[in-house]
């Protein structure tokens, strides 16, 4: 124990460090004049999660392994569940209520998914049309329970993550270009299956002003908040736009926008960084790791994390539309950081894993 304690990736660790002092630090200027307990629970969650990052950097990727079908299959049955008996929230149900605490089972599948697809695509030739088809169902399955949530976001990171996948498998072009070429009627459905108010952001997102006190209002708060900011920002505490509660969803959705505009751009500077050397690392470790399944899920966690990151920021920025996905680490939210803490702990398995091999011993199994 002691020796994979000295093992763990010393850069993962301080972007780590780095991006929980950010977070609970906008968090606090987000909800300093409004539900301080959002704060507090913020700080259990992460708690919560440094503890269940621990644990899971002590578990054996072969386990892991041998535990993706009943990861994947009870994140489903979670999915399944609900429609019939989730809780609804702003109008979305997306939320399952275990009595204790609720947790959305969207943020689990997330990684069930990558856990499936890096255990089949590591452990079957990728160019057969069944190990193409299967993979496929693998992940619509999930997507459609998603999107009827609604929860447009998440199934979009769903869609790009198992794409990512699919690419660092190895499969053959011609079967990456039929699944592209199916795109389009995966969109059609996508977007038969919007709710109005999902239809309205992606057409009002080029032109907010087409609505300013409607669907343009979120993309046009948040740009007021992020230009306002300059290079130094307004000051810890200092911020107009979150302090009279300009910003919808300020404290998940748009916290970007606070940071913004109490930090100005070298706030910003400073968390794009921290995510630069943090997905640059978790390459690193793909490339270096020590089998195939390691090298396949590390890609697949990575993917999540940039297009996170990407959405959040892009949507804020006003170059996205509003779909409602969480900054990575920033965000309040106990399911999506315990999610992404459980997600790391595994890139951080891998890292000390692939430490522990011997250069020239090549593993028996892919999935070793």
């Given at each position: ?159 790009f993550a198992a794409l990512a996948m699919l690419i660092a498998s190895g499969f053959a072009w011609r079967w ?160 999506a950081l315990l999610t992404m803490l459980a997600a790391l702990a595994i890139v951080m398995r891998v890292a ?17």
């Amino acid at each position: 124990m002691i020796q994979n304690l000295r093992r763990m990736d010393k850069t993962i660790l301080l972007c780590l460090l780095g991006l929980m002092t950010v977070g609970l630090l906008v968090l606090y200027a987000a909800v300093y004049h409004g539900d301080i307990r959002v704060f507090q629970k913020q700080v259990v969650f992460w708690l919560l999660g440094l503890a269940l990052f621990l644990a899971i950097c002590f578990i054996p990727l072969r386990a892991l392994g041998l535990l993706a079908w009943p990861v994947y299959i009870i994140a489903l049955l979670s999915l399944a569940l609900v429609p019939l008996i989730g809780d609804v929230h702003m109008g979305a149900r997306r939320w399952l209520d275990l009595g204790v605490v609720a947790f959305q089972p969207s943020e689990m599948m997330k990684w069930a998914l990558m856990l499936i697809l890096a255990h089949w695509f590591a452990s079957r030739e990728p160019n057969t049309l069944i190990n193409f088809f299967v993979p496929l169902i693998i992940t619509i399955l999930p997507a459609a329970l998603i999107i009827i949530q609604p929860d447009l976001g998440t199934t979009l990171v769903l869609l790009f993550a198992a794409l990512a996948m699919l690419i660092a498998s190895g499969f053959a072009w011609r079967w990456i270009l039929i699944a592209l070429a199916a795109s389009p009627i995966v969109l059609y459905g996508l977007w038969q299956n919007m709710h109005n108010y999902q239809k309205g952001r992606i057409l009002s997102f080029l032109n907010p002003e087409l609505d300013p006190l409607g669907k343009g209002y979120h993309v046009i708060q948040s740009s007021i908040a992020i230009g306002s900011g300059g290079f130094w920002g307004k000051g810890y505490l200092q911020g107009t736009q979150g302090r009279l509660h300009f910003l919808p969803e300020q404290h998940t959705d748009f916290i970007f926008a606070i940071l913004a505009e109490e930090g100005g751009l070298l706030a910003v500077s400073v968390l794009l960084v921290l995510y630069a050397i943090l997905i640059s690392r978790m390459l690193t470790i793909a490339f270096h790791a020590h089998s195939r399944f390691a090298a396949l899920l590390t890609t697949g966690i990575t993917s999540i994390f940039i297009l996170y990151a990407f959405i959040n920021i892009g949507m804020v920025s006003g170059i996205l539309p509003v779909v409602g996905v969480p900054l990575p680490f920033i965000s309040y939210g106990g399911s999506a950081l315990l999610t992404m803490l459980a997600a790391l702990a595994i890139v951080m398995r891998v890292a000390i894993e692939s430490k522990n091999q011997i250069p020239w011993q090549r593993p028996s199994s892919p999935l070793s």
